[in-house]
């Protein structure tokens, strides 16, 4: 692959889900999903609404079955952002999906069924102006594919992939969004890579059952990561086992990471070596828990040496830096307030709550 600088990303046709955008070069959305029992519509509106809260911007319900699907015209009632339906198997569900309002169906061309079946999700969903993303992913591949290419080969995906949209392109509709899952990171970044030029559909990136929350975050980091930094993704979710509203945290600082999403607070500290005279680490840990609902775009620092501490919170819209008992809050690049380190950490966040008009529990 020939990459040059600055990387642009790939250009593709906008898709709109609710009041949400993607592709088109809209910014990258983060989405999450539900972990809760659809059919207990209380327990579900209570995490969508923290899903959203935390910073998704579209989030994706299980319909498993009959019962679930009962609940979803009251949930929507309920919740006026984006949601989509996750849909397996039936496809009598995503037609009850798209009766309730919602604002995309998610399906899968290895258990969805016969064509026919989607060729009536797709007719229901154009009638109604709703997008249809095409799931493709490890545990969801036809046989004839998986017995033509094997699980982790990236052109089995795709093929999977290019055969659902030629059945939806066929009843002119192109309302589409397309993802290509693989639990190897390998083979997600070459699938998707694949597909994108082959279409031109938003794609939503993902590393499927990607594990628990510190080994998912950075096998999620690393795959997802890598496919935004070569101008691959419209939309992102990290799959982790865990609190759903750890996805939307890892999500967020990987569009960051990839200087992608310049919204809240981003904290930098450094790793504490044997320089550090400074108790740094639940200092860092505690601005970052106390700062996580803050929108306001502001670069923190927490800085505990007096080699690069100092500089290196200078380069921060705001930052303390310390050692052996001392400390100093730095302020665009100037040093407004000498203290001792008990102070330090109550400085920084009246400090933040004064820069962002945004008020901090203590």
Same mark, same amino acid.
């Given at each position: 692959m020939e990459l040059t600088y600055p990387i642009k990303r790939r250009k593709s046709r906008a898709v709109k889900i609710g009041d949400v955008i993607i592709g088109g070069g809209f910014p990258v959305a983060i989405q999450s999903m539900t972990t809760t029992d659809t059919? !207990?519509?209380? #327990?579900?509106?209570?995490?969508?609404?923290?899903?959203?809260?935390?910073?998704?911007?579209? $989030?994706? /319900?299980?319909?498993?079955?009959?019962?679930?699907?009962t609940a979803l015209t009251e949930i929507r009632s309920r919740i006026s952002k984006p949601l989509v339906a996750d849909i397996h198997f039936q496809y009598k569900l995503a037609l009850k999906a798209i009766e309730a309002g919602f604002d995309k169906i998610r399906i899968n061309p290895g258990n969805i069924g016969a064509d026919w079946?989607?060729?009536?999700?797709?007719?229901?969903?154009?009638?109604?102006?709703?997008?249809?993303?095409?799931?493709?992913?490890?545990?969801?591949?036809?046989?004839?594919?998986?017995?033509?290419?094997?699980?982790?080969?990236?052109?089995?995906? $795709?093929? #999977?992939? /290019?055969?659902?949209?030629?059945?939806?392109?066929?009843? !002119?509709?192109? !309302?589409?969004?397309?993802?290509?899952?693989?639990?190897?990171?390998?083979?997600?970044?070459?699938?998707?890579?694949?597909? #994108?030029?082959?279409?031109?559909?938003?794609?939503?990136?993902?590393?499927t059952e990607s594990g628990t929350l510190e080994t998912g975050s950075i096998k999620s980091s690393v795959g997802i990561g890598t496919m935004l930094m070569t101008g691959i993704g419209d939309t992102i979710r990290v799959s982790l086992t865990a609190d759903p509203v750890h996805?939307?945290?890892?999500?967020?600082?990987?569009?960051?990471?990839?200087?992608?999403?310049? !919204?809240?607070?981003?904290?930098?500290?450094?790793?504490?070596?044997?320089?550090?005279?400074?108790?740094?680490?639940?200092?860092?840990? /505690?601005?970052?828990?106390?700062?996580?609902?803050?929108?306001?775009?502001?670069?923190?620092?927490?800085?505990g040496c007096a080699v690069n501490g100092p500089g290196e919170a200078a380069a921060a819209d705001v930052g303390i830096a310390g050692g052996d008992g001392r400390g100093m809050l730095i302020k665009k690049g100037e040093i407004v307030r000498r203290m001792d380190e008990s102070e330090l950490v109550e400085t920084l966040l009246s400090e933040i709550e004064s820069m962002t008009g945004e008020k901090i529990e203590r």
């Open positions: 059919a !207990d519509v209380e #327990a579900t509106v209570t995490q969508i609404n923290q899903l959203f809260n935390a910073g998704a911007d579209i $989030v994706r /319900l299980a319909v498993l079955n009959h019962e679930k699907s079946k989607v060729r009536e999700v797709t007719k229901a969903a154009k009638e109604r102006g709703i997008p249809i993303r095409i799931g493709v992913n490890s545990g969801s591949l036809p046989k004839d594919i998986l017995e033509k290419f094997g699980h982790d080969s990236p052109e089995g995906f $795709v093929e #999977a992939a /290019l055969r659902e949209i030629a059945i939806l392109e066929e009843m !002119d509709f192109h !309302d589409i969004v397309i993802s290509v899952k693989s639990t190897s990171t390998v083979t997600a970044f070459w699938a998707y890579h694949m597909l #994108a030029e082959k279409c031109d559909y938003p794609l939503h990136l993902g590393i996805e939307v945290r890892v999500a967020k600082q990987i569009l960051t990471s990839c200087a992608l999403k310049n !919204d809240g607070v981003e904290v930098i500290a450094c790793p504490t070596c044997g320089r550090c005279q400074i108790d740094m680490i639940p200092m860092a840990e /505690l601005v970052e828990s106390k700062t996580r609902h803050i929108h306001t775009p502001l670069k923190v620092a927490v800085m």
